[in-house]
C-alpha cells in the first residue's frame, strides 16, 4: 500500500533521513537507496510517496519512493542470499584441474584443425568498445553511483564529486572499486 508523506529530516551526509506520514504515525526510517536514481538529491520538506516495509529489529522504513508526476518503475526485491554448501580446498583444486584439461584438450584440436590461415584471407575486424552512457547530473557521492566504471566517470569528467577521499585517482575504493 502506498503511503504520503514529507521528508523532515535529512543526514546528506549519511544518505539517510525520516519521513513523517500524512497519516499522523511516528516517523519513518528512509535510506538514500530508497530513492530513485534520477540525480535529485532528497530535500527537506519534499513530499513522496513510499511503500512500507519492516526493517532490522522490527522498524519500519520506507521503500520504493516515488516523487510527484514521476513515473512508477518495476518492483525491485532484494536477492535472497542462498548458502551454499561448504567445500573442501581439494575439491576446488580438482575442478581447476579438470577445467584446465578441457581447455588444453580444446585448444589442442582447434588449433590442429585451424593452424595455418593465410594472411590474404584473412579479414581484419574491428571491434568498438561499448559506449557508456554517464553524464554529469549532479550525483558526486559513492552511495548514489551503481559501479565502479560509474564512479571513475564522474572522478573524471564531474566537477565537485566527493568520492576520492585518499586523493589517489580511485573512487569509492570500500564500495564499488575495491
Known amino acids: 500500500m502506498r503511503n504520503h508523506g514529507n521528508l523532515i529530516k535529512w543526514n546528506d551526509?549519511?544518505?539517510?533521513?525520516?519521513?513523517?506520514?500524512?497519516?499522523?504515525?511516528?516517523?519513518i526510517f528512509v535510506h538514500i537507496s530508497a530513492f530513485p536514481r534520477d540525480g535529485t538529491r532528497p530535500r527537506v520538506g519534499e513530499l513522496i510517496s513510499f511503500e512500507i516495509e519492516g526493517g532490522?529489529?522490527?522498524?519500519?522504513?520506507?521503500?520504493?519512493?516515488?516523487?510527484?508526476?514521476?513515473?512508477?518503475?518495476?518492483?525491485?526485491?532484494r536477492r535472497q542470499e542462498v548458502s551454499t554448501p561448504?567445500?573442501?580446498?581439494?575439491?576446488?583444486?580438482?575442478?581447476?584441474?579438470?577445467?584446465?584439461?578441457?581447455?588444453?584438450y580444446?585448444?589442442?584440436?582447434?588449433?590442429?584443425?585451424?593452424?595455418?590461415?593465410?594472411?590474404?584471407?584473412?579479414?581484419?575486424?574491428?571491434?568498438a568498445a561499448p559506449r557508456q552512457n554517464y553524464r554529469?547530473?549532479?550525483r558526486t557521492r559513492c552511495s548514489q553511483m551503481t559501479s565502479c566504471a560509474e564512479a571513475l566517470y564522474f572522478l573524471q569528467h564531474c566537477p565537485n564529486t566527493q568520492m576520492d577521499g585518499n586523493n589517489d585517482g580511485e573512487p569509492c575504493e570500500q564500495q564499488w572499486c575495491n
Do not use: M, N, W
Open 13 to 27: 551526509d549519511r544518505g539517510f533521513g525520516f519521513i513523517a506520514p500524512a497519516q499522523g504515525h511516528d516517523e
Open 56 to 77: 532490522s529489529g522490527g522498524k519500519k522504513r520506507a521503500v520504493r519512493i516515488l516523487r510527484p508526476g514521476s513515473k512508477a518503475s518495476p518492483h525491485r526485491t
Open 86 to 104: 561448504k567445500r573442501s580446498p581439494l575439491t576446488a583444486v580438482l575442478g581447476l584441474l579438470v577445467i584446465g584439461t578441457i581447455g588444453v
Open 106 to 127: 580444446g585448444y589442442t584440436a582447434y588449433t590442429s584443425r585451424h593452424s595455418v590461415i593465410e594472411a590474404e584471407y584473412a579479414i581484419p575486424t574491428v571491434v
Open 136 to 138: 554529469c547530473d549532479g
